[in-house]
């Protein structure tokens, strides 16, 4: 492969620089009468010739210290030579030989022996040129593309140690905070849904309060063992419950929660540990919750993390395709991905489910490096040609083509359409490439994988290289509120068909729900074999306090009004009360068609961020968190749209 590499490189740059030289030596011979050369001794006159040149060059360009040495050999002026021991060797192998020779010396002879100091200068001069070679040997033995990947990565690394610096030294640009709208209140009017509002606030604070008791600074409470629960997705960071629920704490006007939770970023959050985590866990989760904090509270401290955390991230990128790595060691900057992603590839809904958080950190530590690196996905998206215009869930970051042609609204896929819609509406409807991949990507998968069951429940089926697996997961419902969200928008007078789907949508995670014993849905449930709507596998019938069904109710309550939509909704709080609170806190099932709970004992970061929150703002009135101003990334975290007419951030270099 380096030979190939080599040759692209060398042919016609070679044979020029060949050709120029020699006839122009040998033009000269010639003329001067019959004593010319033969090409043979042309070329080893002209070797000599550039090895003698080379050696002078090196001596005077990679002598870390020439005037020393031109001082010392022509001049023999002892003042500029130092005793060798205080002098630093260079890199290398070489550069210890040296060292110790200097050591030896330094015993046997005087400090400030000339002869011992030009022994001692030549070795540098060796070794210095030994090493230039070898890296010059090095790098032709690179791949052009590697060659300018290597010379990319460096000016990033310079760019990221910039950025952490400002970070470090509180540099960061101000920023136009504009009025929040509606971040707070939305008290109902209504008794009746003040106190369902009201038992929702109680319900956060039942999850807060044990946690605090039980688990306070790790990730996760164990809600019926009563104890922390670490899960790998986050490395050694810690702390997830905490930034999860920031945002929640702050909008339920739980203040002294919330001072309690800011104290604990700003004494404990710490990122500067050697931990491997999933970059779409810790972006959506924490780099969300802290810049949703940011912009509730005005809190620098959360701003602050948010940029730093998000600076950690970047070394994720470096592939050759600019597709992020799946996991990433914050310490060592090293990438891979899952070992069970179909050939070694990337996942869809995980580099896809960057954009919204990337482009608000590049607003808020003013450095276009995470828009652009969010902006190339996009790019390589969208020069793709895309199977019947899907979107198969795997991808290389090498070659930077699809791998598996498996495609899913649900796990792997997922959120990647939801932040197409939501980087067109964040963008305050300019980004307008987001808005068309994201309508040519609905309009296939409604073409390729919805289908009505027999009995009329519309359903998002999965494609698997063109047959259909008749199965939609919980995951999958956060749909029904994404077609809704984005009806508005729709081309070619498609806005009643996107509401209505919707609908229909919802209406299907609902009977998900209800034919299950505990009223509250499974994992993923079935629409073949006789059945529709019900999980037929055992390991299918799990619910893990998730928050997409009751997502979508809340975009179709703050979208029509229609209070089927309320009950719905108050329907799965009586569930939760019922079968998951235990005294310690929220605990999943693992059986939702059982009589008997069987709880998984764990009380997940996303039931305070996302499940209790989406509620709340169901029993609210529409003016908290209005939909035109406000974005809720995958975990319900507050992003405000970027208004077109946002002063530009300028970077404060003081
Ligand atoms: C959350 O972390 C996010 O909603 C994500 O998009 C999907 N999985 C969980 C909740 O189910």
């Known amino acids: 492969m380096p030979v190939g590499g080599l040759s692209p490189l060398f042919s016609p740059a070679g044979s020029g620089l060949g050709g120029g030289l020699g006839g122009g030596l040998g033009g000269g011979r010639k003329g001067s009468g019959p004593a010319a050369f033969r090409l043979t001794e042309k070329f080893v006159l002209l070797l000599v010739f550039s090895a003698f040149i080379t050696l002078c060059f090196g001596a005077i360009f990679f002598l870390p210290d020439s005037s020393k040495l031109l001082s010392g050999v022509l001049f023999h002026s002892s003042p500029a030579l130092q005793p060798p021991a205080d ?72 760019a990221q140690d910039q950025l952490s610096n400002r970070v470090g030294f509180k540099m960061l640009p101000p920023v136009d905070l504009a009025p929040l709208v ?43 063992s009563k104890g922390g629960h670490s899960s790998s997705l986050f490395g050694n960071i810690q702390g997830a419950t905490i930034v999860d629920a920031l945002d929640t704490l702050f909008i339920m006007k739980m203040k002294d ?41 005005g809190e620098e401290i959360f701003r602050k993390k948010a940029v730093e955390l998000g600076v950690k991230l970047l070394p994720a990128f470096h592939t050759p395709s600019g597709i992020p790595w799946a996991l990433l060691n914050i310490k060592s900057g090293i990438g891979r991905n899952w070992p069970w992603a179909s050939g070694g590839s990337s996942i869809l809904a995980e580099f896809g489910t960057l954009h919204l958080e990337f482009i608000h950190l590049s607003y808020l530590s003013g450095n276009p490096i995470f828009a652009d690196k969010v902006m190339n996905i996009r790019t390589v998206l969208n020069n793709l040609e895309k199977p019947q215009g899907l979107y198969p869930n795997y991808l290389n970051p090498n070659s930077g083509q699809w791998a598996q042609y498996h495609v899913s609204v649900g796990g792997l896929g997922d959120s990647f359409y939801e932040y197409l819609l939501k980087a067109w509406l964040m963008s305050d409807k300019t980004d307008l490439q987001a808005k068309k991949m994201y309508f040519d990507a609905i309009k296939a998968i409604e073409t390729h994988l919805i289908r009505k069951s027999r009995n009329g429940l519309t359903y998002i089926a999965e494609w698997k290289g063109g047959l259909l697996e008749h199965k939609m997961g919980h995951l999958t419902c956060f749909a029904g509120g994404m077609f809704a969200l984005g009806a508005d928008d729709a081309p070619e007078g498609l806005t009643q068909h996107y509401l209505q789907l919707g609908a229909e949508i919802a209406r299907t995670c609902h009977e998900s729900y209800n034919r299950t014993f505990v009223k509250l849905g499974p994992e993923a449930f079935r629409f073949d074999g006789g059945v529709e709507a019900i999980a037929t596998r055992q390991n299918e019938k799990y619910y893990i306090l998730r928050p997409e069904v009751v997502e979508t109710y809340m975009y179709m309550w703050r979208l029509t009004h229609d209070p089927k939509y309320r009950k719905w909704a108050w329907e799965a709080v009586e569930a939760l009360e019922k079968h998951c609170r235990v005294k310690g806190g929220y605990s999943g099932l693992r059986d939702v068609y059982f009589h008997k709970e069987s709880y998984d004992d764990v009380q997940q970061s996303f039931f305070l961020a996302e499940t209790l929150k989406y509620l709340y703002l169901i029993f609210s009135d529409d003016d908290l968190l209005p939909l035109e101003h406000w974005i809720f990334n995958t975990e319900a975290h507050l992003l405000p749209v970027l208004s077109r007419n946002i002063k530009k951030v300028e970077v404060n270099e003081k």
């Open 87 to 158: 002098r630093k060797p260079g890199p290398g192998a070489r550069a210890e030989d040296a060292a110790d020779g200097r050591a030896r010396r330094g015993e046997e002879g005087a400090p400030g022996d000339p002869a011992a100091a030009l022994e001692d200068n030549l070795a540098r001069i060796r070794e210095n040129h030994e090493r230039a070679l070898r890296e010059a040997k090095e790098t032709l033995q690179k791949l052009p593309e590697e060659i300018q990947r290597d010379i990319l990565m460096e000016k990033e690394k310079v």
């Open 182 to 224: 509606g971040a707070i209140d939305g008290e109902p009017a209504d008794a009746a849904i003040r106190e369902k509002r009201e038992k929702i606030k109680e319900m956060m604070k039942h999850a807060w309060n044990n946690y605090k008791r039980y688990a306070w600074g790790k990730n996760e409470l164990k809600p019926v």
């Open 257 to 297: 929660e919330f001072e309690e939770a800011k104290a604990w970023v700003d004494e404990n959050l710490n990122f500067n540990m050697n931990a491997e985590v999933s970059v779409f866990e810790v972006n959506i989760r924490f780099v969300g919750g802290l810049i949703s904090a940011y912009y509730l509270s």
